[in-house]
C-alpha cells in the first residue's frame, strides 16, 4: 500500500519523456511503472505534465537592505508563491553584514525560516567581510556543515570585493571544494556613471539601467573568469543580462574551464525601457543588472539552448512598490541610486519560462527540466535526491496543465509584494499541484496545506567542484 499514486501523467525529467505511474511512501518515490497497486490517496494526472518541482537556486528574502528600506517577503510568503508557482526547493542567500561572524549570520536566517516555510529551503552565504578569521575558519567549517556555495559581489559599496579579496575566497573555495556564485559588474564603471548622471540632474529610474551599461558586467565577467582560471575552480556567473557577456561565458566553456552561466525572467521578456514609466513607475523594473533590449533577450535564449547557461533562476528580491519602505521610498525620488533594487519573481519564474519557452518551441520540455530544477540540484549539492523523478528521490513534483492559458496578475502569485513586474504577460501552462516530499501543498492555484512543512536542506558539496 502507497501513500499516494500519481496517475495517467507524462513525466519528463532532464533527459526523457515517458507515460508512467508514480508511486510514493513516506515522501519518497518508491514506483515507477504502470499497474502499481493500491495508495490512500490516487492523483489523476491524466493529459498533463509531471516535472520534478522547481528548484529557484537565486532568492532573497528578509535581507536587510539599507536604512528604512524592507524587502516584501519573508520565508512564509515567498516559499508560498514559490510553491504556487511549482517550485518545491529555494536557495535564499544569508548575507553576512559588515564585521559579522558567518555563524552568527547564518543562525538569523535559520530563526527567520524556522516553522515558516511552504517549501524546502537550503542557503548561500554572501560574503562581505572576508576577513582572515573568516576566510581561516568560518568559511571551511560552515562549508563542512552543508553550506556548500557563497556568493561574492564585485560591484556595491559594502559588498564589493577587489580582485585581492576575491583571489583569497576563491583559494578557500578550491580548499573546501565551494561552489563560488559570483555579481560581476565593474564597480568603478557605476560609480563613475551614477555621479555623472547626478551631476547632469538625470535621477529618474531609467538611469539606473543607463548606469549600469553592458560593458561593466561583460569586463567584470571576463575578469571574474580570469580569476576563477588562475585560482582553478568553478565559478557560477549569477544574473547575465546580455549577449556580449554571454559569449564571455560561452569562450570560457569552449576553452573547457568549469564556468557556469546563470539567467532570469527579467532578461527574456523585459527591456530597458520598461524603466521609462512615467512618475516613479519605472522604479517597478530597477534591478541589476538591467534588462536590457531585444537582443539581449535573444542572446539570453541563445545561452539557454545552447548550455552556455545551464540555471534559469528568478533573483527573487522584492520590494513593495507604493511603499515608503520599498520602491517608493523618499530618498528614490532624489535619485536612481536609492531605489531599491531588486524584482520579485519566484512565483513567476516557472510558468514565463514554460509558457515563453516551452509553448513557444523555444526549448524542449527535457531543457525546461534542466534549467529549472535538475541542474540546480547537480550545480548546489542536492542531486539525486532532488531536481529528478526516480525510485529514491525525494517526491517533489508538480503536475502542470500545459493548456491552462491565462492573463499574468499579481494576485495569482500570492507573494509578500504589492505588483509583479510581469503583470499582464500571456502565460500558457499552470503547475496545478505541487508536492512536496509526498505531501500536496497547492491545489489549483490555492494552498493545500499548512506552512512548516518545508525543511531545511543541508548541501553535499557541487558536481561540479
Ligand atoms: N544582485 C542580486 O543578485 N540580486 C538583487 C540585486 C543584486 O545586485
Ligand atoms: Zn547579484
Ligand atoms: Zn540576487
Redesign the pocket.
Given at each position: 500500500m502507497y501513500d499516494t499514486i500519481i496517475k495517467g501523467g507524462c513525466v519528463a525529467t532532464a533527459s526523457d519523456v515517458f507515460a508512467c505511474d508514480i508511486a510514493i511512501r513516506d515522501g519518497k518515490i518508491a514506483a515507477l511503472g504502470t499497474d502499481l497497486g493500491e495508495a490512500r490517496d490516487v492523483i489523476d494526472a491524466g493529459g498533463r505534465w509531471v516535472l520534478p518541482g522547481g528548484i529557484d537556486s537565486?532568492v532573497?528574502i528578509s535581507q536587510p537592505s539599507g536604512e528604512g528600506i524592507v524587502m516584501a517577503d519573508d520565508f512564509e510568503s515567498a516559499t508560498r508563491s514559490a510553491a504556487i508557482g511549482g517550485n518545491t526547493t529555494i536557495l535564499p542567500f544569508c548575507l553576512q553584514e559588515s564585521g559579522q561572524s558567518l555563524r552568527t549570520a547564518i543562525e538569523a536566517y535559520h530563526a527567520k525560516a524556522e516553522g515558516q516555510c511552504y517549501t524546502d529551503v537550503s542557503f548561500h552565504m554572501i560574503i562581505s567581510d572576508p576577513t582572515p578569521q573568516v576566510l581561516g575558519q568560518e568559511l571551511p567549517a560552515l562549508v563542512r556543515d552543508g553550506y556548500t556555495s557563497f556568493k561574492i559581489f564585485m560591484t556595491y559599496d559594502g559588498l564589493a570585493l577587489g580582485d585581492l579579496d576575491i583571489m583569497r575566497v576563491m583559494a578557500v573555495a578550491k580548499d573546501t571544494r565551494a561552489l563560488v556564485m559570483i555579481?560581476a559588474e565593474n564597480y568603478d564603471i557605476i560609480r563613475y556613471l551614477t555621479e555623472q548622471f547626478e551631476t547632469e540632474g538625470k535621477t529618474a529610474p531609467r538611469y539606473h539601467a543607463s548606469s549600469r551599461p553592458k560593458i561593466a558586467e561583460r569586463e567584470a565577467t571576463y575578469r571574474a573568469i580570469s580569476l576563477a582560471e588562475l585560482s582553478d575552480v568553478p565559478l557560477m556567473i549569477?544574473?547575465v543580462s546580455n549577449r556580449e557577456t554571454m559569449e564571455e561565458i560561452r569562450r570560457a566553456r569552449q576553452r573547457g574551464l568549469r564556468i557556469y552561466g546563470e539567467t532570469c525572467p527579467q532578461y527574456l521578456v523585459l527591456t530597458e525601457s520598461d524603466l521609462d514609466g512615467l512618475n516613479m513607475e519605472g522604479a517597478k523594473y530597477v534591478?541589476?543588472p538591467p534588462p536590457r533590449d531585444v537582443d539581449s533577450q535573444e542572446a539570453c535564449w541563445e545561452g539557454l539552448q545552447q548550455d552556455v547557461f545551464t540555471v534559469f533562476s528568478s533573483?527573487h528580491?522584492p520590494f513593495r512598490y507604493n511603499d515608503p519602505q520599498g520602491k517608493l521610498t523618499p530618498k528614490g525620488r532624489t535619485s536612481f541610486r536609492w531605489v531599491p533594487?531588486?524584482i520579485p519573481g519566484v512565483g513567476a519564474r516557472l510558468p514565463i519560462l514554460f509558457s515563453e519557452g516551452v509553448m513557444k518551441g523555444r526549448i524542449d520540455i527535457n531543457k525546461f527540466v534542466a534549467v529549472t530544477s535538475t541542474n540546480h540540484a547537480k550545480t548546489y549539492g542536492l542531486y539525486p535526491r532532488k531536481g529528478t523523478i526516480a525510485v529514491g528521490a525525494d517526491a517533489d513534483i508538480a503536475i502542470w496543465d500545459p493548456e491552462l492559458r491565462q492573463v499574468l496578475t499579481h494576485s495569482m502569485l500570492a507573494d509578500g509584494s504589492d505588483y509583479t513586474p510581469y503583470e499582464g504577460l500571456e502565460i500558457t501552462g499552470w503547475p496545478i499541484l505541487t508536492m512536496v516530499r509526498g505531501k500536496v501543498v497547492v491545489r489549483d492555484g490555492q494552498l493545500a496545506a499548512e506552512k512548516g512543512g518545508g525543511t531545511y536542506l543541508p548541501r553535499e558539496i557541487s558536481s561540479y567542484a
Open positions: 537565486h532573497h555579481h549569477v544574473h534591478c541589476s533573483d528580491c533594487n531588486g
